[in-house]
């Protein structure tokens, strides 16, 4: 009989199958790369977002001040003793750190802070003075009387990490809409809203101001043109959720 000839339904040459065979392998090798790639970055991510970005400085503080009805303290010491604390005397109070100043008496809006038996909020009081003795305080929100009121204490520096980074801790709550409105819109609209359910979203978020200071409500930390702050390299914001 006679050979049949090689038509087009025929097996391909084996130099095309040999090259189907390479760029298999070489489909196979990339894959093994990138996923070791992608693995290494993952743990790469995971160690940073779970090490050192959430450290926070060690805070030096002065002494905290206790203040009790029948202490041998006057008007203006009290005066001077707010002023060393960083408050600020204003006319009208209307956030933490801020007091006014009667003709017997000091009103004031005593920051929060997290005291080492307790952690306690703002609070609105009054100081009523009788000659150089503190006759009474009074909660102005209930009009109770403290048989004891202490006064958060000073700040007096912020313990620099090796690369001169500091970080602040500061709730949601404690940053202007405005600056959350700006940080979503240059960073990620979607952050807020997706993080909980897209892993690769879940990065530290924060807001970083390399060449200026920071100064709490009420001037909460030193000024540092007095010196009473090491002005640091760079100042980041963890911005934290309710």
């Known amino acids: 009989m006679p050979r049949k000839g ?58 905290m001040v206790n203040l009790e009805p029948d202490m041998q303290i006057s008007k203006n010491e009290m005066v001077r003793l707010l002023n060393a604390t960083q408050y ?61 009121f202490r006064l958060d204490p000073r700040l007096i520096t912020m313990l620099q990490s090796a690369n001169g980074e500091q970080r602040l801790f500061v709730k949601r709550n ?3 809409d405005l600056l959350v409105d700006t940080l979503l819109a240059t960073e990620d609209r979607s952050f807020l809203r997706t993080r909980r359910h897209q892993p690769l979203l879940d990065w530290p978020c924060g807001a970083g101001e390399p060449d200026r200071r920071a100064y709490g409500a009420g001037g909460e930390y030193a000024d540092p043109a007095a010196g009473e702050e090491p002005v640091p390299l760079q100042r980041t914001f963890v911005l934290a959720q309710d």
């Open 174 to 176: 404690g940053f202007p």
């Open 88 to 148: 600020r005397q204003v006319s009208a109070m209307t956030r933490p750190g801020e007091y006014t100043v009667q003709a017997n008496s000091i009103e004031m809006i005593r920051r929060p802070f997290d005291f080492p038996d307790s952690k306690e909020g703002q609070v609105r009081a009054r100081l009523t003075f009788n000659g150089d003795r503190l006759d009474t305080i009074e909660n102005m929100d209930n009009n109770r009387q403290f048989g004891f």
């Open 6 to 63: 090689k038509g087009k339904g025929g097996k391909p040459p084996r130099r095309k199958r040999a090259w189907l065979w390479l760029l298999i392998k070489i489909g196979v090798v990339c894959a093994v790369l990138i996923a070791a790639y992608g693995v290494y970055l993952d743990q790469k991510i995971r160690s940073r977002i779970d090490g050192k970005v959430w450290d926070l400085p060690a805070a030096v503080y002065g002494r």
